[in-house]
Structures are given as C-alpha cells and as structure tokens.
C-alpha cells in the first residue's frame, strides 16, 4: 500500500473517530447529568454490581481474554447501551 493510501485511510479513520465521540457526547452528558441529579441512585447501582461482581468472583483481570473484549468490542456495546440509557431518561424526564 502507498504512502497517500495509507494517509487516506488514517485520515478516514480519525474522521468516524470523531463522528463516533460526536454521537456518543450528548447521550453521555445526559448520563451524567443524570446521575448528578440522582446521585444515590447512580452510588446504588454501581455498589450493586460491584457486590454481584463480587460475590460471583468475576473480575476483569482473572477472565482470559475479557481484559481484551473490553478494550474493544464491549466499549462500543457499552458506547450503545449508554445512549439507549440516556435516551430513555430524556425521554422520561419529557413525560413527567
């Protein structure tokens, strides 16, 4: 592959980078805000899976490969699930 190819793709990469963090800014600041709103709930929630995490022995670390996985693929699930979070909550707090 030529040096102007080779610039091309990483310039078009760089580009859906930015795309992709643009997408993810709103539903992530909604998230937030959220959970600055209700901060006992969002406590709540990460001591509950930080206790069942605990109690079934799952750490990131000790799972081959999930150290992995979670750098790549699952940051992108997590990347959905948090717009699909926030999304529901604006839709939520319209309603009410």
Do not use: W, Y
């Amino acid at each position: 592959m030529s040096l102007i190819k080779q610039l091309h793709a990483v310039r078009e990469a760089q580009g859906r980078a930015q795309d992709a963090r643009g997408e993810l800014a709103v539903p992530a600041q909604a998230l937030l805000s959220r959970g600055q709103r209700h901060p006992l709930t969002t406590v709540g929630a990460a001591a509950g899976a930080g206790f069942v995490l605990g109690q079934l022995n799952v750490h990131p670390l000790r799972v081959p490969g999930l150290g992995a996985l979670l750098s790549g693929t699952a940051a992108e699930v997590v990347g959905q699930a948090m717009r699909l979070v926030a999304e529901f909550a604006q839709d939520q707090s319209d309603a009410s």
